[in-house]
Nanobody, 125 residues
Framework: QVQLVESGGGLVQAGGSLRLSCVAS????????MGWFRQAPGKEREFVARIRWIDSSTYSADSVKGRFTISRDNAKNTVYLQMNSLKPEDTAVYYC??????????????????WGQGTQVTVSS
């Protein structure tokens, strides 16, 4: 079992930065693939970025490439999402998620068995 708690959301002006954190409980965090997703009002949950546990390889959605960076610190049971050059269209609730299976793509919500409660990110124009 893994429990996830996100933090770091808030209100920021366009062009600004935020760093989201997701702390996981449990002793096996280092063997979980971790992902970030977001959901804007009236829209489906969409993939943002993921990081694999086995080699720390990352993959990001085209909409955030070059602006967002996912990373993890296994010693702190934490995954981060550094968000730079934020745009109003980045406004959403951001969720972190954990997947125990090594070679899933990591881009589909149904691949993840554990989810945090979400943190709101609002980017003003």
């Amino acid at each position: 079992q893994v429990q996830l708690v996100e933090s770091g959301g808030g209100l920021v002006q366009a062009g600004g930065s935020l760093r989201l954190s997701c702390v996981a409980s449990g002793r096996t965090f280092s063997s979980y693939n971790m992902g970030w997703f977001r959901q804007a009002p009236g829209k489906e949950r969409e993939f943002v970025a993921r990081i694999r546990w086995i080699d720390s390889s990352t993959y990001s959605a085209d909409s955030v490439k070059g602006r967002f960076t996912i990373s993890r610190d296994n010693a702190k049971n934490t995954v981060y999402l550094q968000m730079n050059s934020l745009k109003p269209e980045d406004t959403a609730v951001y969720y972190c998620a954990a997947d125990s299976r090594t070679y899933n793509s990591g881009i589909q919500p149904w691949e993840y068995g554990y989810w945090g409660q979400g943190t709101q990110v609002t980017v003003s124009s």
